[in-house]
Every structure is written in C-alpha cells, then in structure tokens.
C-alpha cells in the first residue's frame, strides 16, 4: 500500500553513526546451517513440481538457512542490537523470509524456544549495500536512519507463524557483490519468571537503569556536574525504593534516546498519551536498551555479571531462513512503502509507539458495537498516505510534479503487540476495507512452540495478486484496536507494505534512474556525510562511556543506546 518515506527515521543521530561504524566492521562470517535445493519447479516446496506456493517459473529455486550471533541473556536480561545476516551472493530474488528464536539442547541440537521464554520483540532488516545509498532518505516503518534501504522482513513474536511470501514474479532482490543485510534484534529474555512478571517485562517498563531521583539532580547540579550518566548500586536502590514516578524523572541520556517528541498524531495528543512526552513516559522501547534488565527484581550489576557462574544464563539465536532463486529478466522488485504507522499523520511518519490506557474493567462483550468480541476497546485511527510524509513519491520532489505515480501493492501484514485485536486499512476516499491482518492467539498449554497462550504467534496477510494499483497520494484510513481492559506500554500499529513498480517504470527498484536524483544525489550524499559526521562526534563525546559497558559480552559490535526512537 504504501511508499518509502523522508529521513525521518526510527533511530536517533547517535544510533546512525553506531550503524554506519557497525557495517563497515570486521565480520566474522557464519557457515550457513543448510542451502538445499529442492525439485525442478517446485516453487512450494511440496515435492511435487508444479510450480505452485511462491511460483517460481524456473526450478532454480533455493532455501538458505542461518544463525545469528548468540544472543547470551541473564534472566530479564535484553538484547538490542545490530547482526550481519550472512546471504547467498547476489544478484538473488528472494520470495520468502522466516525467522525465529532458537537454543541448543544437551545433544547440540536447534530447538525452537517457547515465546514465553525468549520474547522476540522484533527484528527489522536492511540492507547498507552502497548501491542502496540513493534510498537512505526513504522511510519505512522502524527503519535506521543510517539504514540504505529497508527490506520487507520484520516482525515480533508472530514471526515463527508469518513467514514473509511473495508471489511471482514479485522477489525482494539484491544486486551484484551482495551478500549480507542487517538486522536489529530485540529480544528480552523471561525464562523463569512468573507470567504476569514476563508479561510485563516483555511491555519494557522503565526501570531504576533509565531513571535519577530529582534530590540525585540536584546534588549533580550544586556540584556543577550536570546530569548523570550511568547508575551506581547505590543510586539504583534508592530509585528503585522510591513509590511511584513523582520523585524520579528520565535520565538525560534517556531521553536523548529519541530525538524527536513531537511525533504523535492529534488524537495521541488530545488524549495525553504518556508515551508522547518525556516526563510522563513509563515504558517503552527508549527503556529497552541492549544490556539493560526489563525490571529492577532481576537487576545484575556488572561486578554481579563477573562473578556469576552463568548457570542462569540462557543463549539464544534468532534463526532465519530464506526461500531464493536466480534473479531473472521476469522478476519484479519489491520494496517497502512509507505507511503506515497509526502513531503518526499526513505530516509524520508516527512516533512507533504510544502506550493504551486501561478504559475498563472486565472483558465482556456488553456493549460489543461492532460484533469483534471485545467491548473495552482502544482505538487509534489516522490518515496516511503510500509515499509517507514527503512533498511528493518517496520523497523526491514536489506532490504537484508526482502526484500521478502509481505503484503495485503486492503485500500488506500488521504488526501487534500483546493485546492487539486488529489493523485495518481502507481506502479513505470511500472508506472501503484494503486490508485487515488480525492477530492469532495461542489456545495450547504454556510453552507449546507455535501455540502459545497470551501471546501472538501469527498474524494474517493481504496478499494482492494481482497487485492493487494505487497512486503513492492515495490517502489511507489506518485503525489499530487494543483491549483496553489493561493498560500496555510501548504499543505498536504498523503495517507493513510491499510494493513494485508498473511494468515499464522505475521508481523504487533502481531510484537512481528518478530525475531528482539525477540532479541532486551528489547534494544528498554530502549532507548525509554531514549527518554520519556530526552523529560519530555527538556519540564519542557524550556517550562513549556507554560503549565499554558489558565489554566483552555483547554478541556483536553494539551503538550502546541501541534503539533511539
């Protein structure tokens, strides 16, 4: 449905200039688990040849399937940081990717780890390949700043149950000398814990890591330091006692973590939404940090961390697999569109998050208007468009010189978190539904691998085939429905929208053939030198302190403050 959106990216300033020295860093390169190649035709996997499932047209196809990095995790332990996910060499036409979360047993072997155990907040994949550079400026849900071109792969905890397919001849493809992407990986580990402290945990409440008592202020203050940066044990234990959040505030450093408050749409706004403002946020991906603990009970100090035997330490990988052939003359490419997240409007591409009050109590359908089941609803509905909050498509010139670009809409799936009850999409010029993706909870016993109660393991898709054909100006309805029963922080209403060029045009496949950037490019590159230049500077200076914490622990090269928002 939608298009690639301006630079007003998911990460702060300080993230950018983490990723940009991450993927230029030594790799060390994992052996795939398996690349198998399966019968002539076969495009479903099934056996039998004919073609059908994702439709290749030309038996080549093949599936390669990898691990990340471990992911070694303390008990309420998160991990939020960046992974090279090694590909075949490109140039390859991907037409499905599938990821999940996965240990190994006493005998070495990968098993999948239960949600309630690993909680796959989410993984978001990119591609930094210097032939995507003309497409840094593009804006896709929970894209890096410092991210070329955003790929169609990113889910939550439905990912195991919603892997990503396209129809021929539509692939997500690479070019020549490609051979890896990018993925930021966010998974916070709860095994062990009561379910209600895992649910909550999972919600990233802010913790005494993320907040300085004010008396703590002052003293910084009067002795002419500033603000804090990093917490002491002692510090920690009087916040952590302190009764609700009128006697702490945000550490700066915190709150830097996004660079922008102001990206809440009107009805956030007029509600107060706590998510929307700095001193009265409680929970959320800004407290979510690599190397943080989601609740102070489990809190481990460094010195804590050395001395452990970590026998309560858990490893964990996110595995993902990729279903892949030839790129081929008949194949069209897919990339993401700039909508749409329910946070934002016509003017912003969303805040990603905001945080659902609890309206009610009791899940009853009294008063069940619309029939879904659920009486006690938050709703959030706004108006987007395919090519995001930009002057015209993408983000390339004037709305009045491209407001007759079409694109194909090939694919659309929300994204949820733990409550959500549906993302709705329609056509707001007639108010005709486009898309709706639910969210499929699980109904089997606790730890039961793709059913699993109180969590979403799926989500369904639109699949347009024949693709949709929309003008990028086209303004969607967008409605992302919480139970409100209870109240939840760091929320999400995404959609994600695959989508391709006519036959005959080029306007995300290869955006350096667009006049724009025929003519401004080279601007376009030396401003964003300017940015990486700036960001390094801003990161070495008042974060650097951050970059030594957990040193020889984290799993790959990390920014730090992994997740600015």
């Known amino acids: 449905m939608t298009a690639p959106r301006p630079c007003r990216g998911f990460f702060s300033l300080t993230t950018a200039a983490a990723i940009a020295v991450f993927v230029t860093a030594s790799k060390e390169k994992h052996a795939p688990l398996q690349t198998l190649a399966l019968a002539p035709g076969d495009g479903d996997g099934?056996?039998?040849?004919?073609?059908?499932?994702?439709?290749?047209?030309?038996?080549?196809?093949?599936?390669?399937?990898?691990?990340?990095?471990?992911?070694?995790?303390?008990?309420?332990?998160?991990?939020?940081?960046?992974?090279?996910?090694?590909?075949p060499p490109g140039p390859i036409a991907i037409s499905?990717?599938?990821?999940?979360?996965?240990e190994k047993d006493p005998t070495g072997d990968l098993v999948p780890v239960p949600l309630g155990d690993a909680y796959l907040h989410h993984h978001v994949v990119y591609s930094s390949h210097k032939h995507y550079e003309n497409q840094?400026?593009?804006?896709?849900?929970?894209?890096?700043?410092?991210?070329?071109?955003?790929?169609?792969?990113?889910?939550?905890?439905?990912?195991?149950?919603?892997?990503?397919r396209f129809p021929y001849p539509y692939r997500f493809t690479t070019v020549a000398g490609e051979d890896e992407l990018v993925a930021n990986v966010h998974v916070i580990n709860t095994r062990s814990m009561p379910m209600g402290s895992a649910h909550q945990c999972l919600e990233c409440p802010c913790t005494a890591e993320d907040r300085v008592s004010r008396a703590a202020i002052?003293?910084?203050?009067?002795?002419?330091?500033?603000?804090?940066?990093?917490?002491?044990?002692?510090?920690?234990?009087?916040?952590?006692k302190q009764s609700g959040l009128g006697n702490t505030t945000l550490l700066e450093s915190v709150i830097d973590r996004r660079s922008n408050w102001t990206r809440c749409n009107t009805q956030l706004v007029k509600e107060g939404n706590s998510a929307c403002r700095p001193e009265s946020y409680y929970g959320g991906l800004i407290c979510c940090e690599h190397g943080e603990f989601c609740m102070d009970d489990y809190f481990m100090t460094k010195q804590q961390i050395a001395d452990s035997?970590?026998?309560?330490?858990?490893v964990y990988y996110l595995r993902y697999s990729l279903t892949y052939e030839p790129l081929t003359q008949g194949i069209q490419p897919l990339y993401l569109a700039a909508c749409c997240d329910a946070s934002g409007n016509l003017t912003s591409s969303g805040n990603i998050e905001y945080d659902v009050p609890k309206l009610c109590d009791g899940p009853g359908a009294i008063g069940d208007g619309d029939g879904d089941g659920y009486a006690?609803?938050?709703?959030?509905?706004?108006?987007?468009?395919?090519?995001?909050?930009?002057?015209?498509?993408?983000?390339?010139?004037?709305?009045?010189?491209?407001?007759?670009?079409?694109?194909?809409?090939?694919y659309m799936v929300g994204h949820l978190h733990r409550g959500g009850i549906s993302m709705k999409a329609y056509h707001a010029a007639n108010n005709s539904l486009l898309c709706e993706s639910l969210p499929i909870y699980g109904t089997g016993g606790t730890g039961e691998i793709g059913n699993e109660p109180g969590y979403i393991n799926s989500m369904s898709?639109?699949?347009?085939?024949?693709?949709?054909?929309?003008?990028?100006?086209?303004?969607?309805?967008?409605?992302?429905?919480?139970?409100?029963?209870?109240?939840?922080?760091?929320?999400?209403?995404?959609?994600?929208?695959?989508?391709?060029?006519?036959?005959?045009?080029?306007?995300?496949?290869d955006a350096s053939s667009?006049?724009?950037?025929?003519?401004?490019?080279?601007?376009?590159?030396?401003?964003?030198?300017?940015?990486?230049?700036?960001?390094?500077?801003?990161?070495?200076?008042?974060?650097?302190?951050?970059?030594?914490?957990?040193?020889?622990?984290?799993?790959?090269?990390?920014?730090?403050?992994?997740?600015?928002?």
């Open 136 to 164: 840094k400026h593009w804006w896709s849900p929970m894209k890096p700043a410092a991210a070329n071109r955003g790929v169609g792969f990113g889910a939550g905890t439905e990912s195991r149950g919603t892997p990503q």
């Open 376 to 410: 006690c609803i938050h709703r959030l509905e706004t108006v987007q468009t395919l090519h995001g909050a930009a002057t015209g498509a993408f983000g390339t010139g004037s709305a009045v010189e491209d407001e007759d670009v079409y694109v194909d809409v090939v």
């Open 46 to 87: 099934d056996g039998n040849g004919n073609g059908n499932g994702d439709g290749a047209e030309y038996g080549n196809t093949l599936t390669f399937t990898a691990l990340t990095k471990p992911l070694p995790l303390f008990p309420g332990e998160v991990t939020n940081t960046w992974h090279h996910l090694d590909i």
């Open 309 to 314: 035997d970590n026998s309560t330490q858990s």
């Open 514 to 565: 667009i006049g724009f950037w025929k003519h401004f490019q080279p601007l376009a590159i030396f401003v964003a030198a300017g940015v990486v230049i700036g960001a390094t500077w801003q990161f070495v200076t008042r974060y650097g302190y951050m970059a030594t914490r957990r040193s020889g622990y984290e799993a790959v090269p990390s920014s730090g403050h992994s997740l600015s928002v």
């Open 96 to 102: 499905e990717f599938s990821a999940d979360v996965v």
């Open 461 to 509: 898709t639109c699949l347009f085939d024949p693709p949709l054909r929309m003008k990028t100006t086209e303004k969607i309805r967008v409605v992302g429905s919480y139970n409100a029963t209870e109240s939840h922080t760091g929320v999400m209403s995404l959609f994600y929208i695959a989508v391709a060029d006519p036959p005959g045009t080029r306007i995300g496949g």
């Open 218 to 240: 002052e003293r910084k203050r009067e002795k002419k330091k500033g603000w804090f940066r990093f917490r002491d044990q002692d510090e920690m234990s009087t916040v952590s």
